[in-house]
């Protein structure tokens, strides 16, 4: 078949992996044959890794009463006749350049992406090459806030990079899209007297659709249409627009959906992890983090002409290399009083959204098959979120108690990491209780390992207060091992660790009274 002639597209990284710390689990499985020769045979070893790790399911599976049980218990592994069964039952009708159709081209389809990042480099018959940053995104499989700290950092050294005619892509559109953005947001706010700075969730098409890497005709046609369209344009005056830009008509290959709602929520998703961006206006307004003015204004000055590759080794080679400013460059907090921003955000949510909105949006969280659909939590990443709606639950129920979450968090108070190690995820006071409140999206058997010593520590901290000290401990599943790890710390030290589900914690907190009644042995 021959190849489909270069054009002009939008922007579009991937549908595969629109979640970036999905790409860290493919990546990890990995490891194990890094330098190896890639033959459809190591593929096959390959994807019996990625079954074995329950990050990929096949509908065989699903369909298979004895494999679906054992996907979702954590606890349980597949023997590896159960994964050569899979594969074998599992036909993939998948084709993809330079790969055989089936399982070598899903293989293509997984790891294609991370290949465009400059995470990992591959060919058939070829040495299977794990570069500097997709080294430093695999340390961060372990979920807390230093490994999503660097997780935000290899994101932000591979998408200052990423240019939408890379050796990896054909199109005719030529752009650094996040220094376009930066640039034209800076333009808009500098140039143009508009009242808010950022770009509205309706213009980011445009971006995905610019032609070039020219910001000040890109912020002089947001501005013009602003003046002739207003801040509310109907979809179709977008889209118009957005087809011009391309230069076609072709309504079945660039579908509506496609640019203005498909491609803008992964282009936010992707830029918003690398910390440079802040939403506002729930979820409408994309704008600069003032707390990452430093980084923003090196991105500008450093990486505002870059070189055009050709050759897609070379381009794998220049995006997997480090920029180690983007971890020296430290965040600017120092003006700012982070505790009231993060409390004034938090008393907004609990104000704007119900209690049966966070209900929803928690058990969204106790449920892998389930993504959220508003607007903003969406973008945030389970463990943050996790942290983030329990802190609005405990708020809304529990107005005279302080709340005080521990979760880093950009100029608009939205949380961007888990709470640092060390502390606990979220700190409450009673007049009569201080609590830790603690939450983790783990399943499995590591889950007490993981949390309940790291518990322990910050209640024996504290023991000596003349309050009621002890622990909410909330996960989608308790696993039996950390009930056994929860009983050893009441034997051992008198502390106390109360577990409660994901469901429970809902059903609990909507019909108790005070702090305390969390305590189940009163």
Partial sequence: MPKRKNERKPLSFTTTMRNPERIVS??????????????????????KNILSKKIYETVYQRNNKKYK????????????EDLKDIIKNSSQNHKESGFEKGWPSRFDTFYKFSKELGFVYYEINKKIEISE????LIKTLGKNSDSTKLLSRVFLNAMVKY???????RNLNSNTPLVLTLETINILKNNYNWEKSGIYRHEIPFITCWQNNNSSKLAEFINSFRIKHGKKPSNETVYSLCLELLESDNTKRFKINQILNEGVDDFIRKFRITGLFSLRGMGNLLDVNKFEIDKTEYVLEKYNNQEIFDDEYKFYEYMGQIDENFVKIPSN???YNINEIRQRNLEKWAKDL????????????????????????KF???????EFLTSIALKQHFPSVDISPNYPIDDEGMPTFTAMGGIGDIEVYSDHDRVLVEVTLIRNRNQGSIEIPA???????????????????????????????????????????YDYTIEDFVKSISKFEKLSDFCFDN
């Avoid at 240019?163 to 892509?169: E, G, I, K, L, Q």
């Fill in 380 to 386: 945030i990443d389970g463990p943050i979120r996790f």
């Fill in 455 to 497: 518990i322990t520590r910050h209640l024996k901290s504290i023991v000596g207060v003349n309050m009621k000290i002890y622990s909410i401990f909330i996960a989608p599943i308790i696993h039996e091992d950390t009930k056994y790890m929860i009983g050893y710390t009441k034997n051992r030290y008198g502390l106390n660790i």
């Fill in 133 to 136: 940053s997709g080294h430093l």
């Fill in 69 to 80: 049980h054992i996907y979702a218990d954590e606890s349980l592994d597949y023997t590896d």
């Fill in 163 to 169: 240019n939408t005619n890379n050796p990896f892509r």
């Fill in 333 to 335: 907090y120092i003006q």
């Fill in 354 to 377: 119900t209690k049966d909105e966070i209900y929803q949006e928690l058990k969204v969280l106790g449920n892998k098959n389930i993504a959220s659909k508003h607007t903003v939590l």
């Fill in 26 to 47: 493919f990546l990890n499985c990995l490891i194990d044959f890094e330098g190896k020769i890639l033959t459809n045979d190591l593929i096959y070893d390959i994807i």
